[in-house]
């Protein structure tokens, strides 16, 4: 690799990291190129010899940060709980550590309502990476469509209540939302020798 394709891509690099951060606390639509830039420590003109547009940068991004956030929970629940890795994954991603993460790490819960309203590209990209998700779990599980049936459900569960309890962050009601999550999804898990 040539000096200056490496400086292109640790540039390329910095901008999505500068994203990832934006869209973890702000969203897209509030995260503008210039501020992305200006994370990156890189001028605005640059921009487009990376990306062809806001949509073509946030669309990599969420796919990226969704994609790390999950593989790195599947990887840590397989070594810690070969025997169960999936109740693993149901109890880190539903413990109060992972909510109440100074900034978050996963950007489901946090841009869900936004995509609804923003539609293409970034539905698009989020229902492929959440068939990933799905079809990673749903192996955890065991084989069958109902296995995926049953991965779909502790998916929306986990979603659900961590979004809850992060708006609840700090309240006895957020505490129970992580609790009966957890209780729920891993008696779901448990049935029919899942």
């Known amino acids: 690799m040539t000096q200056k394709t490496e400086q292109k891509q640790k540039s390329h690099d910095a901008i999505l990291a500068s994203a990832a951060e934006l869209l973890l606390e702000r969203g897209i639509q509030a995260s503008s190129i210039m501020d992305v830039m200006k994370g990156a420590g890189l001028t605005?003109?640059?921009?487009?010899?990376?990306?062809?547009?806001?949509?073509?940068?946030?669309t990599e991004t969420l796919r990226g940060t969704a994609r790390t956030v999950w593989d790195t929970l599947l990887r840590k629940a397989k070594e810690e709980a070969p025997r169960n890795p999936a109740r693993r994954v149901l109890e880190r991603y539903l413990s109060p550590k992972h909510r109440d993460a100074a900034t978050p790490t996963c950007?489901?819960?946090?841009?869900?309502a936004e995509l609804s309203r923003t539609g293409e590209p970034y539905r698009g990209a989020l229902e492929s990476e959440l068939e990933g998700f799905i079809q990673s779990f749903s192996q955890l599980i065991g084989p069958g469509a109902r296995h995926r049936e049953k991965a779909v459900a502790v998916i929306a569960l986990m979603y659900g209540a961590l979004s809850l309890a992060r708006a609840m962050r700090g309240t006895k009601l957020g505490d129970?939302?992580?609790?009966a999550a957890k209780k729920w999804g891993a008696e779901l898990l448990a049935k029919e020798g899942a």
């Open 44 to 58: 605005v003109g640059g921009f487009y010899g990376h990306f062809e547009s806001k949509e073509h940068l946030f």
């Open 107 to 112: 950007p489901l819960p946090s841009i869900t």
């Open 176 to 179: 129970e939302f992580l609790d």
